[in-house]
């Protein structure tokens, strides 16, 4: 583990359940080198052990876990808020893959990939996960940054072969495998940002492809991200190119790329039915609930309701740049609003979510991918924001939750105080790239 430990005092809240935040007004949260000791309601409490620790006085203020994106395009951050009255696949086709192939150019890709991490280590996301470009050189230097950042991320060399840009598509499969084995050997080293493999779509990966990358998956158990039953479109495609696919996800779990003792984030699951939500139950795969995106690419409202009642594992992403904004703050509250018009237009017996749980999926039902991430319990990782109340104040007193829901609904970074990762504080300033030559 990294980071010091200390204590900070201040008003505290987190997830325990999807459906209850704990709150201590007040409160004393210890750190342990990086590891959560809990917290505890008056100073007297902290066990005896750790009462010589040095405490930082937050009072006042707002302390909460860090916030979990589990779908980001990193290459896409330099275009967003463009094109987004397109729909998903021309959207694609009009400026996600034309800027996604700059990135061949290093000194482009370092460009827009430092302006990327400046604004993620300003922000209140901890963790995350992360697609590149298929250009192992890019995705390289990517992961640098982010290794330096003090950002702990999961980060993924896309593969394409097929249904691509000349400029975009990889040449066949072997040569996909072989430029995925390369990029692998030469980020094993990096401790804070991983490795996750990162098939596209269905649409851009042909089945040998598949094969190649289910095989490498089984020698370096990597964990796997991709994209599921996002847009009709895209799904009617899908069900053309895989007639012996049951569903979507089942496209996927016929290579072994689909959950069971693969550790997987699906993103969107707009349209995933009863078959689709029982096979993702049944193999543990993530949901990344993008509603941003989904919006602003006409892509529809994901039955978050179902999946939470179906006992999926769900977490948010921002899925920068089908959404604008990185925070996933900006998340929570969309979250809320589209569960909502969901609702209101026919799905009468899906309960809109609530703050509690919309938080709960920023912070601990994403962390949870990451292992113990996303809550102040005893023995998660120590991930913390420390946040002033956003202004002006009303003129009246608030709770701690409702403090919190003004948090989520202004999404403003500028209310960060302090951010600590693994225990480790946060440099206040922007983001300076380490000096030397990038391979």
């Known amino acids: 583990m990294e980071g010091t430990s200390f204590v900070l005092k201040g008003d505290i809240c987190y997830s325990k359940t999807p459906t209850s935040l704990f709150t201590a007004e007040q409160g004393f949260l210890v750190c342990t080198q990086g590891t959560s000791a809990g917290v505890f309601d008056r100073f007297s409490r902290i ?13 006042g203020k707002l302390i909460i876990p860090g916030l979990v994106d589990l779908h980001m395009h990193a290459p896409q951050f330099a275009f967003r808020s463009l094109g987004m009255d397109l729909e998903l696949l021309d959207w694609l086709e009009t400026w996600a893959f034309p800027e ?22 300003q922000g209140p996301n901890t963790r995350l996960c992360i697609f590149g470009t298929v250009h192992v050189p890019a995705t390289l230097l990517l992961m640098e940054l982010l290794e330096h950042s003090g950002l702990v991320c999961m980060v993924g060399k896309v593969n394409m072969d097929r249904n691509s840009p000349d400029s975009l598509r990889e040449a066949d499969a072997e040569r996909s495998e072989a430029a995925t084995r390369q990029w692998l050997e ?7 940002c991983k490795a ?27 964990p796997v991200q991709s994209h599921v039953s996002e847009n009709l479109r895209e799904v009617a495609w899908v069900r053309e190119l895989s007639p012996e696919a049951s569903c979507y996800g089942d496209a996927y779990a016929r290579f072994d790329l689909f959950g069971g003792e693969v550790p997987t984030i699906m993103a969107h ?32 409202i994901a039955p978050v309701r179902r999946f939470l009642e179906a006992g999926l594992s769900v977490g948010l992403g ?41 938080f709960y999926l920023g912070t601990r039902g994403g962390g949870s991918f990451f292992g113990q991430v996303g809550s102040f319990e005893a023995g998660y990782e120590f991930d913390a924001l420390v946040m002033e109340d956003p202004k002006p104040l009303p003129p009246f007193a608030l709770t701690v939750k409702e403090r919190l829901e003004r948090i989520v609904w202004c999404s403003d970074d500028r209310s960060i105080l302090k951010k600590y990762i693994r225990g480790t504080p946060q440099p206040a300033s922007g983001f300076k790239a380490p000096d030397g030559q990038w391979r």
């Open 47 to 59: 066990p005896q052990e750790y009462q010589h620790l040095p405490c930082i006085d937050c009072s």
């Open 100 to 121: 996604e192939a700059k990135y061949q150019d290093i000194s482009y890709a370092l460009r827009a990939y430092r302006a990327l991490v400046a604004d993620l280590q």
């Open 186 to 192: 030469q980020c094993k080293t990096y401790r804070r």
């Open 196 to 222: 996750i493999l990162t098939p596209r779509f269905i649409p851009s990966c042909s089945d040998d492809l598949m094969r190649r990358l289910s095989a490498i998956q089984r020698q370096y158990g990597l």
């Open 269 to 300: 699951c707009v349209y995933s039915g009863s078959k689709e939500i029982a096979l993702m139950q049944r193999r543990g795969v993530y949901v990344a609930h993008c509603p941003q995106s989904n919006i602003n690419l006409s892509s529809g």
């Open 318 to 358: 921002s899925d920068v740049a089908g959404g604008v904004h990185t925070s996933i703050f900006r998340a929570m509250s969309d979250a809320i609003g589209v569960s909502k018009l969901r609702r209101c237009m026919g799905a009468k017996d899906e309960a809109p979510l609530s703050l509690e749980e919309a």
